[in-house]
């Protein structure tokens, strides 16, 4: 689907606001474009109206003019009952009012000399007796005006008001419908992050996801609130502007539509060159972030190892990029946006001057001043809706390119979060031929893999690195799919059950404990509701972190920040036993979990696992052999396969790779010691 079809259809969901939001502009729009059609008929036919044929009348009435004991009224408002004597004109030349007592019956060029105008038009040319006019008799003729003037005023003013609260409501439904757009599809892009699988994550930095999630979207904000609104402001204003030069002058008016294909390939080559600039920009902003993200994680490391001058020269290679394309953004939009729009501009209003002069020479076809006027403010107004949309177009291309970003992470194909059946299961663990590797190819990092582990059971997988101890819990808790073979529970396949089904009855402690920021209390039910206060005391307590912790001013409501750097790795192990154990699980995996920990604390866990384990199936992943010498069962790994299977003192018989590596580790104990 396309980009700008998916925006649309997000658009939809909020239509009724849209909808209210693009009336009242209308509104407001139309409002503000009744100003020089008002302004014309204040011209013509108030201002300049007085210069048009008057009538002698017999009679007064409110239109009438009094002038040397008669009384005179304007031929368009005469009234038909009164007696229509003789016709007489009234001219304006500089700033002084001439009355000619009889009818003129052509207008053009105006001079007057000793008392006698002279109008000249084209190879006419006649002369009248003209009478100047004081300031008071000047201004009677322009008595009956006032009323018309005031009141077109007044409704200027009134449509002035009503624009500006329109203009309001407007913007403020805009703001308000994209703000919950943008709510929407930010939901949207976390929920299907939730449902990505862990394999998706592998290989990409934290930072470039964040990027989607906030810059992207904050982008795509931009295009709801001051792209569209713009947008559509000035295309309305656009239409209404046309409207009313078709109204005035159509002709004109046609040479003034070539604008728009103008503007539609003044688009189509901006977006040429604009879209590949936002795409590098998007990216190398992703990187950045992904950078920042690294380099705040590792600080520590960079500091130990005084990195600081080579992560610094790989972050402004990244900027000095960023730096790069921008200017190449920038010089775009300073050739293609407002001056242009001025060439353009300024070629419009010398079509109009050729226009209007060569009318004037000609005599032929003269329009009144007000038409003029209407003409000139219309064409000025034109080329602020233009400029308005040309200024716009980095903001639309950035929002496009920021939105395909965003529909690719929303289009990653994601596992729906199911609802778990809630029935309990004994932790009987099969695994029954087994193979697997990460990705479509490659090398297999499980071989042929089978074990059983009872319900009650603590198995151990030991081995060197990359043997396939943590991609055996990695196919357990179904992060990723096996290639071969078959994983059961009880019996049942775990691809016959949801995720969230396998997950529900397992619980895990990892090498490396994550806190989230919230209290002590809220990472060990992770906010689960069916995971009581007491659950959670009664968890810490197993584990015997009630003793650990009693140091902490609040005890087990203790704020925790991210990764929950304020606390000892042990302090964090512990929460993360409690974690595991507060969910109850019928499988329990610890993945290097004493590794961290100092041996009096290792004391109190083993201690705490001793009763915890009882009724579990455990998985124990540990490289410190010391700490599993009472499973249960040990399954010894290399290179993907099981080599042995057995309890401590059946492989110490053996005598085999176990063997080598508990005499290992125990000589190097004995040395240490």
């Known amino acids: ?36 059609m008002i302004g014309k008929k204040m011209i013509d036919d108030h201002i300049l109206g007085i210069q048009k044929p008057w009538y002698e009348v017999s009679g007064k009435s409110e239109y009438t003019v009094p002038y040397h004991g008669r009384e005179y009224v304007r031929a368009d408002r005469a009234d038909p009952s009164l007696e229509k004597r003789k016709e007489v004109r009234v001219f304006q030349i500089g700033m002084t009012y001439y009355f000619v007592d009889e009818a003129v019956p052509f207008d053009g060029k105006r001079t007057v000399k000793d008392g006698v105008l002279r109008i000249s038009s084209g190879g006419q040319s006649e002369s009248y007796p003209a009478v100047r006019l004081s300031a ?52 949207d892009v976390f929920a299907n992050i939730q449902r990505l699988p862990v394999r998706y994550f592998d290989n990409l930095p934290a930072g470039k996801v964040v990027a989607r999630v906030t810059n992207d979207t904050e982008a795509i904000r931009d295009l709801y609130v001051t792209v569209l609104s713009t947008f559509v402001t000035d295309m309305i204003y656009m239409a209404g502007i046309f409207a009313a030069l078709f109204l005035l002058d159509a002709r004109l008016a046609a040479v003034c539509l070539l604008i728009l294909p ?98 004037a020479l000609k005599m032929e076809g003269m329009m009144s001043i007000g038409v003029l006027y209407a003409f000139v403010d219309y064409l000025t107004r034109l080329f602020q809706p233009i400029t308005g949309i040309v200024n716009q177009f980095p903001k639309l291309e950035l929002a496009r390119v920021s939105s395909e970003r ?52 603590t198995v151990a997988l030991v081995g060197h690195t990359g043997s396939g101890k943590s991609s055996i819990m990695n196919v357990l808790f179904r992060f990723y799919d096996i290639q071969k073979g078959d994983v059961k529970i009880d019996g049942t396949s775990i691809y016959d059950m949801s995720r969230q089904d396998v997950r529900q009855h397992m619980g895990i402690v990892l090498q490396d404990p994550y806190l989230f920021s919230g209290t002590i209390a809220s990472n060990v039910n992770l906010d689960h509701e069916a995971v009581t206060r007491e659950q959670i005391e009664a968890a810490l307590k197993q584990v015997g972190a009630d003793k650990l912790l009693a140091h902490l001013p609040k005890g087990f409501d203790e704020p925790v920040i991210e990764k929950g750097s304020t606390l000892s790795s042990g302090e964090r192990q512990l929460i993360s036993f409690a974690r595991a154990l ?76 176990y063997y080598q590596m508990y005499e290992l580790q125990k000589g190097r104990g004995t040395l240490v010691g």
Request: neutral net charge; aromatic residues 10%; proline residues 2%.
């Open 136 to 187: 008071s008799e000047a201004f009677s003729f322009y008595e009956p005006e006032m009323k018309g003037l005031v009141s077109l005023i007044l409704l200027y003013l009134g449509l002035l008001i009503l624009s500006i609260f329109f203009h309001y409501g407007q913007f403020y439904l805009l703001q308000m419908s994209a703000n919950r757009i943008i709510q929407k599809m930010r939901q």
């Open 406 to 457: 965003v529909f690719r992470l929303l289009d990653e194909p994601g596992v729906d979060v199911e609802e778990t059946s809630g029935v309990k299961v004994n932790g009987h663990v099969v695994f029954e031929d087994v193979s697997f590797r990460y990705g479509d190819s490659g090398e297999y990092v499980l071989k042929n893999i089978s074990f059983e582990a009872k319900q009650g059971e």
């Open 1 to 36: 689907m396309k980009t700008g079809k998916r925006l649309f259809q997000y658009a939809l969901c909020y239509k009724n606001i849209l909808i209210c939001a693009l009336l009242m502009l209308t509104a407001a729009v139309t409002a503000e474009l009744t100003g020089p």
């Open 262 to 359: 103008l503007i539609a390939i003044w688009a189509a080559v901006y977006r040429k060159f604009a879209s590949g600039y936002n795409h590098k920009l998007r990216s190398i902003n992703s990187d950045i972030n992904a950078k920042m993200n690294e380099a705040v994680q590792g600080m520590p490391i960079i500091q130990v190892f005084r990195r600081q001058k080579d992560i610094k020269r790989e972050f402004e290679e990244l900027n000095d990029s960023h730096f790069h394309y921008q200017n190449k953004m920038l010089n775009l939009n300073s050739l293609m946006s407002h001056n242009l729009v001025n060439v353009l501009q300024n070629v419009m209003f010398a079509v109009l001057i050729w226009y209007f002069g060569g009318a």
């Open 582 to 657: 507060a969910y109850d699980p019928a499988i329990l995996v610890l993945d290097e979990a004493t590794a961290n920990i100092d041996t009096e604390t290792e004391a109190v866990i083993q201690k705490a696992l001793d009763v915890v384990k009882k009724g579990r199936t455990t998985f124990i992943i540990a490289h410190r052999l010391s700490t599993i010498r009472k499973a249960d069962q040990i399954l010894v790994l290399d290179k993907g396969r099981i080599i042995e299977k057995g309890s401590h003192e059946e492989l110490m018989k053996q005598k085999g790779q």
